[in-house]
């Protein structure tokens, strides 16, 4: 559950973990998509990026996650991604071919816990278990998704646009799994065009374009 | 290990093996009717043919074994697992050899009976395609991660792989030559082909790592 979010024991992150990125810029494509941008986030908040399509929140999100190289600035920040970070993103990853449960059974062994299948239900996926992902709407997939969160825990979560195509249970869902997060001294950067609940700060991409 | 459990699983459901499987067969079917039905000739010419095949069989599995996993998000998780890239990928090669190549190399002996081949010599030519075709999925495989971001990149793969497939395949032929005429002076052959595998297995999962996080960019 993610009422108590431990952190690997080797590192205590519910101190005081802290971000901060110095006048990051990103070059997608040959064009420049943001530069000068600098924020800090200090553990038990969450950062939400606003902005118009295009504006690079995305990019950023990628750049956090390690997955997109810096064009310049700078990022410090305790993690490794590989370990510390979940980045989800607009790609799923989820497999078509997969059912439900087959999904849930092979997150939980790559995060090595066996917990997957009280997590159908805390989902809102109760009744799914045999479904293929492929016949699952979207808001189901986001749903599925959400479940690398909860099987894993790592202290910071890059979000990209996370309620999209989420009913009003799966929002509150959201909220919650984020509140709980944050309260055991996680960390959120969310990109949303939406107001989110949790978001402690805002920041936003690309104000003078 | 369950990256490699889970490739098996979507080449399975995905058709893929039965597919490749298919190709081989009906490559095999057709060649009689290109060459005549001349069963000396069959069965000089089989060992150099199955391998070709196997190797054509395997190309036109490549455009699968990164392409979809770059365009659903799937690299970007392989890439935050608390595991090497490389170590990652290399599970995928190990899922992708023993869903497709298996099971490919297991169809030749009765791809053989077609050609004529000499059964006696059969296990021995099997022993030369499981020391060779690693190579071949590893090379392969890094012309899948360097043309992973064109869109229908397969035709580009091939291009890619072809060339090194050259050294397996000249090993290869040679190894199932000495293997069908002799049964001796084969073991030199299967060295080179087995070093071949191993060599690739070590390097491949680094220039594929390093092709696929340029991709990725």
């Known amino acids: ?33 943001f530069e000068n941008l600098s924020f800090n986030l200090s553990a038990g908040h969450a950062l939400r990026l606003a902005g118009a399509n295009g504006s690079g929140k995305s990019s950023l999100l990628r750049q956090l996650a390690g997955l997109l190289p810096l064009a310049a600035g700078s990022l410090a920040h305790p993690f490794t991604p590989s370990r510390h970070i979940h980045y989800l993103g607009h790609d799923d990853g989820l497999k078509a071919a997969f059912s439900v449960g087959e999904t849930l059974a092979f ?11 009280s997590l159908l239900a805390e989902l809102g996926l109760a009744g799914c278990a045999w479904q293929f992902v492929g016949d699952l709407s979207a808001g189901q997939k986001r749903r599925l998704t959400l479940a690398r969160l909860l099987l894993d825990p790592r202290p910071l979560w890059l979000l990209d ?4 195509a989420l009913d009003a249970r799966g929002r509150t869902l959201v909220e919650d799994l984020a509140t709980a997060h944050l309260a055991g001294g ?15 700060q805002e920041l936003r991409l690309g104000a003078g374009a | 290990m369950t990256l490699c459990g889970a490739h098996i699983r979507l080449a399975w459901r995905g058709g893929q093996t039965v597919l490749a499987v298919s190709f081989l067969f009906i490559a095999v079917t057709l060649l009689p009717f290109g060459l005549g039905p001349e069963l000396k000739l069959l069965r000089a010419l089989a060992p150099g043919l199955l391998w070709v095949v196997l190797a054509i069989s395997l190309l036109t599995t490549l455009d699968k074994l990164f392409q979809a ?31 497709l190549v298996l099971p490919l190399i297991l169809s030749v002996p009765l791809a053989g009976l ?18 060779g075709a690693p190579a071949l999925v590893m090379l392969g495989g890094i012309g899948a991660g360097l043309a992973v971001s064109v869109r229908r990149g397969g035709l580009l793969t091939v291009l890619i792989a072809m060339p ?42 680094f220039a594929i790592a390093a092709a696929l996080r340029v991709a990725q960019d």
Request: glycine share 6%; charged share 15%.
């Open chain 2, 114 to 131: 077609l050609l004529n081949i000499d059964g006696a010599r059969l296990p021995l030519l099997l022993a030369a395609m499981v020391c």
């Open chain 2, 69 to 99: 996993d770059f365009e659903d998000g799937t690299l970007d998780r392989l890439r935050l697992l608390p595991l090497a890239f490389e170590a990652a990928l290399l599970a995928k090669l190990c899922g992708h050899f023993l869903a």
């Open chain 1, 107 to 117: 997150e939980a062994a790559l995060a090595k816990t066996d917990m997957a299948v």
């Open chain 2, 164 to 205: 090194f497939y050259v050294p397996v395949l000249i090993f290869g032929a040679a190894a199932s030559q000495a293997a069908l005429a002799t049964g001796t002076a084969l073991w030199p052959y299967l060295g080179i082909l087995a070093a071949l595998s191993a060599a690739t297995i070590l390097l491949a999962p």
């Open chain 1, 186 to 200: 996680g960390m959120i950067i969310a990109a949303s065009h939406e107001a989110l609940a949790f978001a402690t």
């Open chain 1, 161 to 164: 646009e996370p309620l999209t």
């Open chain 1, 1 to 33: 559950m993610a009422e108590s979010v431990t952190f690997d024991s080797d590192t205590d992150f519910a101190g005081d973990a802290f971000l901060r990125a110095e006048a990051l810029a990103c070059q997608c494509g040959g064009r420049l998509v």
